[in-house]
C-alpha cells in the first residue's frame, strides 16, 4: 500500500502522510515513507487512511438474522426474542446467521471479532458456527457458550468443550481461529451454581482456554457482583469482563490490580437500557478497555466507529467536558486494546513491522468523509462502513475497492432471510 495517510496505532512509529506499508507473506515487513521494494503489487493508497483492521472482542454472531428486531413490547424484547428463535434453530442457521455477521464485520473494517456463540445445542451447531467464520477469512476468539433457554441448574457440555480443545488444529484455520470458553454462572447464589461455575472455570484455567463474562452488566443493580470475583480469585488477563456497567470505583481498582481486560458495548448498552458507558473511568483505574458489537438485533449495524462515537460521546456527556475523551483514546480500544483483550497484541492491533498484516484502508474523499481535516477525528465521527474501501487480515484481500472478495454478499443475505422463515415457521 503505497501513499497512504498512515496511521501504525504504534506510539514508537506514530502516523506517517504520505507513507507505504510492505506487506510480506502476511507479515508487515514495513512501514515507512519511501520504501523501496522491488516486485511487489501495488495497492494505491492515495484519498485513503490506512490503519490496522478493527477489533471487537465481544459479538454474538449467529444473531445477525434478527437485526433490529428486538421489539417494543416485553415479550419481543432482545432476550426473550433471541431466546423463542435460537430454540428454533437447526445447524445450518448458525452457519447462516453467522455468517451473515461475518460479511458485516468485513465491510465495516473489522478483522478480528470475539464470536461469543451462546447457542450450542449440540456438537454440530458449534462446527456450523465455525465453519461460517474459517470460510469467511476474519481473525476470531471463537468462545464456547451455552444455549438459548439453558436452565440455571444444567451444565455446560464440558466435554464437548474439551474435544474442540483437543483437536482444535481441524477448526482453527492455520491459527486464525482461537478457542475461547463463554462463562456464564455466576460464583454466588445457590450452592448448586457455585458448584457448576467452579468446575467450568477450574476446566478453562486447567486446558488454558480464555474466557470471557457478561457481568454487572446493568448499572442499576445490586452491587457485589465484581467483589465476588476479586474475592474469589478468579480474576485475571485470561478472564475478559463484558459489560461491567455496575462497577463502583474500588471494584475498578480491584480490576485493574487482578489484571482483567473488559469489553464495552455502547451501542447495546444504551439501547437496551443498562446505562451509561464507564470506559473512560475503567481506563482512568488502569483498566484495559476494549470495544464490541455484541448483538445487531439491538444495534442495527456493526460499524464499530459508530460505537466508538456512541462511547466518546457519552463520556463526555457525562463529565460535561468536550475534552474527556479524545479520538485517538478512542481508536484505541477498537485497535491494540482490542488485541490486547484477546492476547493477540503480539500478532495485531497496530501496524508495527513483525505483526500480521491485519489492515484496512478508509477512502477520505467519499462525501461523507468530507475534506481531510484531523484524521482520528473523521475515523471517530464521520466513517461509516461504506468508506472502508479495503480490508486485509493476514495478507489476504478480504474487501477490496469498497466490494467483499471472499463472499458472494447477496447470497449471503439471501440464506439469512431464509433462515429467518424458516426459523419462524418452526416457531409458529
Ligand atoms: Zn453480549
Not at 480469585?233 to 463484558?242: E, H, R, Y
Not at 475534506?371 to 489476504?396: C, I, K, N, Q
Request: glycine share 10%; net charge neutral.
Amino acid at each position: 500500500m503505497r501513499n497512504a495517510y498512515v496511521m501504525t496505532m504504534d506510539p514508537r512509529l506514530g502516523d506517517i502522510p504520505g507513507g507505504s506499508v510492505h506487506i510480506r507473506n502476511g507479515v508487515i515487513a514495513a512501514v515507512g515513507k519511501d520504501l523501496k521494494v522491488g516486485g511487489a503489487t501495488v495497492i494505491d493508497g492515495r484519498n485513503t487512511i490506512v490503519m490496522p483492521g478493527l477489533i471487537d472482542t465481544h459479538w454474538h454472531m449467529w444473531t445477525s438474522y434478527l437485526k433490529s428486531m428486538a421489539g417494543d413490547k416485553a415479550e419481543d424484547g432482545y432476550f426473550p426474542l433471541t431466546t423463542r428463535y435460537g430454540q428454533a434453530m437447526q445447524p445450518i442457521d448458525m452457519y447462516r446467521g453467522t455468517r451473515l455477521a461475518a460479511a458485516e464485520a468485513i465491510n465495516a473494517g473489522i478483522t478480528t471479532v470475539g464470536d461469543n456463540c451462546h447457542n450450542i445445542r449440540s456438537h454440530a451447531y458449534a462446527v456450523e458456527d465455525l465453519r461460517a467464520i474459517w470460510e469467511s477469512g476474519l481473525r476470531c476468539r471463537w468462545s464456547y457458550g451455552p444455549y438459548r433457554g439453558m436452565p440455571a441448574d444444567k451444565r455446560i457440555d464440558l466435554g464437548d468443550l474439551e474435544g474442540f480443545h483437543r483437536y482444535w488444529s481441524k477448526y482453527s484455520s492455520d491459527g486464525l481461529i482461537s478457542l475461547g470458553f463463554m462463562w456464564t454462572p455466576v460464583p454466588t447464589g445457590a450452592a448448586e451454581r457455585v458448584k457448576i461455575a467452579r468446575e467450568e472455570f477450574e476446566t478453562c484455567r486447567r486446558l488454558s482456554i480464555p474466557m470471557c463474562a457478561h457481568w454487572a452488566s446493568k448499572e442499576n443493580t445490586a452491587p457485589g457482583e465484581i467483589t465476588a470475583l476479586a474475592e474469589g480469585k478468579f480474576l485475571g488477563k485470561d478472564l475478559l469482563l463484558i459489560h461491567m456497567l455496575a462497577a463502583s470505583p474500588a471494584e475498578m481498582k480491584m480490576v485493574a490490580a487482578g489484571g482483567s481486560p473488559i469489553s464495552v458495548s455502547p451501542g447495546s448498552e444504551l439501547r437496551i437500557g443498562y446505562g451509561s458507558s464507564k470506559a473512560a473511568a475503567f481506563l482512568d483505574a488502569g483498566v484495559n478497555v476494549s470495544v464490541s458489537v455484541d448483538t445487531v438485533p439491538l444495534t442495527g449495524n456493526a460499524n464499530l466507529f459508530g460505537v466508538l462515537k456512541l462511547l466518546r460521546n457519552a463520556e463526555n456527556a457525562k463529565a460535561y467536558d468536550e475534552l474527556k475523551m479524545g479520538a485517538r483514546r478512542a481508536l484505541e480500544m477498537a485497535t491494540i486494546n482490542g488485541a490486547r483483550a484477546l492476547g493477540l497484541e503480539n500478532k495485531v492491533g497496530s501496524l508495527t513491522p513483525g505483526k500480521r498484516a491485519d489492515v484496512i484502508a478508509v477512502r477520505t474523499d467519499h462525501l461523507t468523509m468530507g475534506v481531510f481535516t484531523d484524521p482520528a477525528h473523521m475515523l471517530v465521527e464521520a466513517t461509516e462502513e461504506a468508506d472502508v474501501d479495503t480490508v486485509m487480515v493476514d495478507g489476504r484481500l478480504l474487501k477490496h475497492h469498497g466490494s467483499l472478495t471472499s463472499l458472494n454478499v447477496p447470497q449471503v443475505m439471501a440464506d439469512a432471510a431464509l433462515t429467518l422463515a424458516d426459523v419462524g415457521k418452526r416457531i409458529q
